[in-house]
């Protein structure tokens, strides 16, 4: 039997169906059309400015660190351009040895090249480029180049180098930079200076460096660039300049440094010497000193061992750092407080028979005096003289009058890393030690303090700022290391503001007595021979302070000790006496009197500053060996002597 179709039926179906596919389709056309409209109205802005970002890309401009110089213009840091072959391990493909020894075929690496990339590696993320090979010449960076496709992940980059031209001379003051490690980075990140150190791979790590980073560093610029598809710049849409950054002036003659370095030669001290008008750092002197350029790009393990396990401690500043018993160049400062609190006066006599007893304990004096009141007890040097006035004063009334003087303080100068040292009190025991017996001070301990031993420990900056303060009658001036900033656009220097001096408020007379006191040293005291034939007047103070204890019933003897537990020699002094221009102080490790190897010394630097006389060469070799009085052969002058240095500093390798 045939089925009769409704037609009418099936055409209203077809009709429903492509009602509903015709709504469907309207549907997805309506939903593209409003996300179209959401991305090309509602979030444009957005989307226009990721395009933009990934065709652009902003590049920081690094800028030209600033130079550091000396007082006289002689240059101590700069900067030069090389080449460098940096590999960035996480984009080697390979174990970073196998590459190193690959690119040793075609560009040259040595051992310490090796050894030091290293270093580098332990100190830095995988993804950081490291440098493998500093100063290239153009043959190896065409050599390289043409063989660049071979090896992934290293390039050759341009840059400038920081450099610095007189080697170990001043290394201490000067200091060094170095790459940033990951604890500095995760600092500067955390700070507001975070931007301006993109593209930053090397900040100041010690000494000036370290103090003027944000003056040296300059600000950092940025260049614009259009990239391509594999992200090479194709060309520059804008540029802001870095600004370099500013060089400054150190109130340092660095001529004056290498004197004293080299008059050291191979013994162990530090000098500092000071413009006692206005806290100008004349000389900063610690030996031995070492070379900052090892430090640059990062030092070698083997160098880094040999400097840190040495006996005699190049790392160390010991002008900054090292702290020492003063010995006898404390009597001074006692004398003064002895008149300041009045404990003694001017005219007080003391009879010094060689030696004190106290409780039954025998404090030996070397030799018998006589009768010594306070002029005679610095020119003659009693010790007995200062036992008893050690006693008299107590040990809190000899802190407290001490801590104004700068001893026991940190001095406020402009280089990181200054150490306290100690000038003890009943407080400072008490807090010190743990056990109840060691917190105890007990009366005996007092009276070593008096001649500069005991606990007492000051560093050679606090011992000059002290001499210094004496020699300006009571005015104190914070000790200060660089003098003047250069603005990077005029190239003018100005003065960098200090603070305001500081008047302890002594009586000029009691000052007086003592300088008087410390001129008859070097007329008719311990330093005579020394200063015999200057053309200037000096007051001064010698010191031969204990490295170890020795025992009352024992007598010292050198030649049965072992090198490094001989007495220090010391030896402060200022000079003209009436008008003092500069102030020093200094010590000779393991040396000695203090009249045979640390006043020569000082001798020698005020001839330089304030007669501008210059040591012969035969002379120079008897300092050096610590058998030097006055100078001997003919002098030379310093004006003659300064252009070779000049000359020198301005080679950079």
């Known amino acids: 039997m045939a089925e009769i179709r409704n037609l009418d039926a099936e055409l209203t179906r077809f009709r429903v169906r492509l009602a509903v596919v015709a709504l469907v389709v309207l549907g997805c056309f309506a939903l593209i059309g409003w996300r179209l409209y959401v991305l090309q109205v509602v979030r444009h802005d957005v989307y226009a400015e990721r395009a933009e970002t990934n065709r652009t890309a902003v590049v920081p401009i690094v800028p030209n660190r600033g130079e550091i110089l000396d007082r006289n213009g002689v240059v101590l840091a700069t900067n030069y351009k090389s080449y460098t072959l940096e590999i960035t391990p ?49 043959e190896e960076v065409a050599r390289f180049a043409a063989q660049r496709y071979r090896f992934p992940g290293v390039e050759i980059k341009a840059r400038l180098f920081r450099t610095y031209p007189l080697g170990e001379t001043g290394g201490h003051v000067v200091g060094y930079i170095g790459r940033i490690n990951q604890k500095e980075k995760e600092r500067i990140d955390d700070s507001d200076d975070a931007p301006n150190y993109r593209g930053t791979d090397y900040i100041g790590k010690l000494g000036v460096e370290a103090s003027y980073e944000k003056l040296l560093h300059g600000t950092t610029g940025v260049e614009q660039m259009e990239t391509s598809a594999g992200g ?24 004056l440094q290498k004197l004293v370095e080299d008059m050291y030669g191979e013994r ?43 006996l005699n401690k190049p790392l160390l500043n010991r002008a900054l750092r090292g702290t020492y018993p003063p010995g006898s160049t404390y009597k001074p400062f006692m004398g003064l407080a002895a008149l300041e609190t009045g404990k003694r006066a001017p005219n007080t006599v003391i009879m010094d028979g060689g030696s004190w007893t106290f409780a039954g304990h025998t404090f030996r004096s070397g030799h018998a005096l006589g009768a010594v009141d306070l002029y005679r007890s610095i020119v003659k040097s009693s010790n007995v003289y200062y036992y008893q006035l050690a006693n008299d004063m107590g040990v809190n009334a000899i802190h407290d009058f001490m801590k104004p003087l700068g001893f026991g303080q940190i001095t406020g100068i402009d280089i990181p890393g200054e150490t306290r040292g100690i000038l003890p009190s009943t407080e400072w025991k008490r807090t010190t030690y743990k056990r109840a017996a060691q917190q105890k001070w007990y009366a005996g301990e007092t009276i070593s303090l008096g001649i500069g031993q005991g606990y007492n420990n000051f560093t050679m900056l606090q011992l000059a700022s002290a001499t210094a303060t004496l020699a300006a009658g009571g005015v104190r001036h914070t000790p200060h290391i660089v003098k003047a900033e250069q603005d990077p656009q005029t190239l003018a220097f100005k003065d960098v503001e200090q603070p305001a001096p500081v008047d302890l408020g002594y009586k000029p007379a009691n000052v007086a007595l003592v300088k008087r006191g410390m001129v008859g040293v070097t007329q008719e005291g311990t330093s005579t021979r020394v200063f015999a034939g200057a053309p200037y007047l000096s007051g001064g103070k010698t010191g031969t302070a204990q490295a170890v204890t020795i025992g009352q019933k024992s007598r010292y003897d050198a030649r049965r000790l072992a090198e490094h ?20 102080a200094a010590i000779v490790e393991n040396a000695g009197f203090g009249a045979a190897h640390a006043a020569p010394l000082v001798r020698r630097v005020m001839d330089y500053w304030l007669a501008g006389l210059y040591p012969s060469e035969a002379d120079m070799r008897a300092v ?17 002597m300064v252009p070779g240095t000049a000359a020198a500093a301005a080679i950079a390798p």
């Not at 040895?97 to 290293?118: H, L």
């Not at 610690?286 to 061992?305: A, C, H, R």
């Not at 537990?565 to 020093?584: C, E, G, K, M, T």
């Not at 610590?626 to 003659?640: C, E, F, L, M, Y």
Request: aromatic residues 6%.
């Open 90 to 138: 996480s984009r080697t493909g390979k174990p970073v040895d196998e590459v190193i020894d690959a690119i040793n075929q075609v560009v040259e690496i040595s051992p310490r090249d090796r050894r030091r990339f290293k270093r580098l590696q332990e100190d830095s993320r995988t993804f950081e480029s490291l440098p493998v090979r500093m100063r290239l010449t153009d």
């Open 232 to 255: 090479h710049a194709v060309r520059r849409l804008a540029s802001h300049p870095a600004t370099p950054g500013e060089s400054i002036r150190l109130s340092i003659d660095i001529q």
């Open 268 to 310: 162990r001290g530090a000098l500092v010497a000071i413009d006692p008008q206005n806290g100008e750092v004349l000389a900063f002197v610690s030996k031995p000193t070492y070379d900052p350029n090892l430090f640059v790009e990062g030092i070698d393990q083997e160098t880094w061992t040999e400097l840190n396990d040495s």
């Open 565 to 584: 537990q001989r007495d220090h020699s010391l030896y402060i002094a200022f000079a003209p006496a009436d008008n003092p221009r500069i102030a020093v």
């Open 624 to 640: 050096q060996q610590g058998q030097a009085a006055a100078p001997i052969g003919t002098p030379r002058r310093v004006a003659d």
